[in-house]
């Protein structure tokens, strides 16, 4: 199975900062690659799919890029909205599709 | 609107079954992949299962042999049996349409496997 790193595992920023989150493929998936965003005790939203497409919707601060292994999740600009947790996600060929462990993202 | 509404969980006792339904709207379960994604208590997102358009079937090795995912098309509903269940299957579970990503989502409902 494929496995997901994501670092780091909690950050601490000021509103309007740029925000950077990596995530990691124990394997090249391709762009195969997509973000989340989720609030406490609300289910996921999907924010990026295929490593860099924005989801309708979803505010333009929130970009991703990547491809192979390694890959990147941005906020341009940190909104007190944007208080949750991130996640990865891989779709490679055949299940199970993997998840990372997270990154909670909190305002300084 | 596209939409996921889970129903099901609840507290139930190691080696319990119980049923997890999952209505949509909005789009047809059967013309699309649908998945099982589970989340324990303050932990992260583990995809559990999922049924193509084909009726093909996939579990997550934590799983296996004890769950069955299935679908009714005349009810446009999803479904997961759980059996055996076991005190790590404590989670918020969800459904999801998967096209390699996961959306929308429902709500989730939570599974207790408690004595």
């Known amino acids: 199975d494929i496995q997901m790193t994501q670092s780091p595992s909690s950050l601490s920023a000021s509103v309007g900062d740029r925000v950077t989150i990596t995530c990691q493929a124990s394997q090249d998936i391709s762009n195969y690659l997509n973000w989340y965003q989720q609030k406490p005790g609300k289910a996921p939203k999907l924010l990026i799919y295929d490593a860099s497409n924005l989801e309708t919707g979803v505010p333009s601060r929130f970009s991703g890029s990547g491809s192979g292994t390694d890959f990147t999740f941005t906020i341009s600009s940190l909104q007190p909205e944007d208080i949750a947790t991130y996640y990865c996600q891989q779709y490679d060929n055949l299940p199970p599709k993997t998840f990372g462990p997270g990154t909670k993202v909190d305002i300084k | 609107e596209v939409q996921l509404v889970e129903s099901g969980g609840g507290l139930i006792q190691p080696g319990g079954s119980l049923r997890l339904s999952c209505a949509a709207s909005?789009?047809?379960?059967?013309?699309?992949?649908m998945s099982w994604v589970r989340q324990a208590p303050g932990k992260g997102l583990e995809w559990v299962s999922v049924?193509?358009?084909?009726?093909?079937?996939y579990y997550a090795d934590s799983v296996k042999g004890r769950f069955t995912i299935s679908r009714d098309n005349s009810k446009n509903t999803l479904y997961l049996q759980m059996n055996s269940l076991r005190a790590e299957d404590t989670a918020v579970y969800y459904c999801?349409?998967?096209?390699?990503?996961?959306?929308?989502w429902g709500q989730g409902t939570l599974v207790t496997v408690s004595s």
């Open positions: 049924i193509y358009s084909g009726g093909s079937t």
């Open positions: 999801a349409r998967d096209k390699g990503w996961f959306d929308p």
């Open positions: 909005g789009f047809t379960v059967s013309s699309n992949y």
